[in-house]
């Protein structure tokens, strides 16, 4: 990803890959989605990875996925919305710009994944947009859910990992990886402290409102501290589906 500000991490998965299904366990019924969300920095992207690589290990079918990006298509809507330079971008359009990419992604990989059984695990999703653009932007909670209604149909996590973390303390990581990876996509990272201080408190809120679905995790500890805290969420999900 040169120049995308994410490293190696797969905003278009690798689940293009062709892996081989044949041994792989499949959830059952409807797979399992997660969703992963944090303020910027969090470290959450890291989470993912880490928990879909156990996931494998264990044999399951999982499907990473992210947002903005995921496909090739929500890739290019993802350049738009990011890169620097478009500082002109208005809040309704970046809100529209979201839902696009993430009606292409649920319609192209994440139902389909679902259906198949397989566990999904997507780094941000309509959470995203309530806390960035319905609070961040003060659009309100309203728009976003109608929009969500159309883009995704119904579909809803079945468990949200929102890795905590202070605005600030995130924000400099994040500044910091973006300025070892010579990265453009930063427009969103450009934006006042105040913003950022938002979407921190209204992640929080969120935890506080929905805590069947939504959990929060102490993001400033070692990572394999914060994967722990991440699995015992998950475990949980997995013991309730099919076994091998
Ligand atoms: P990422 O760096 O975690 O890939 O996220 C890209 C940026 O886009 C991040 O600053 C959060 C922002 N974003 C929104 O503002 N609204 C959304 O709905 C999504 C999915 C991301």
Known sequence: MGGGGKGSHAIIASSLDPIPTAGRRFTGGRGLFITFEGPEGSGKSTQLLSLAARLRQQGWAVLETA??????????????????????????????????????????????????????????????TLVYQGVGRGLGSEVVYELDRIACRGLAPDLTLVIDIDAETGLERAKLRNREENAIETRME?????????????????????????????????IKVVAEAVWAQVEPLLARRASP
């Open 190 to 222: 450009d934006q006042e402290a105040a913003f950022h201080a938002r979407v921190r408190e209204a992640y929080r809120r969120l935890a506080e409102d929905e805590p069947e679905r939504v959990r929060l995790i102490e993001g400033d500890r070692p």
């Open 67 to 128: 947002e903005p990006g995921g496909t090739p298509i929500g890739l290019q809507i993802r350049r738009v919305l990011l890169d620097a330079k478009n500082r002109e971008l208005r809040p309704t359009t970046e809100l529209l710009l979201m839902f696009a990419a993430r009606a292409q992604n649920v319609d192209q990989w994440i139902l389909p994944a679902l259906s198949d059984g397989q566990i999904v695990l997507c780094d941000r999703f309509t959470d995203s």
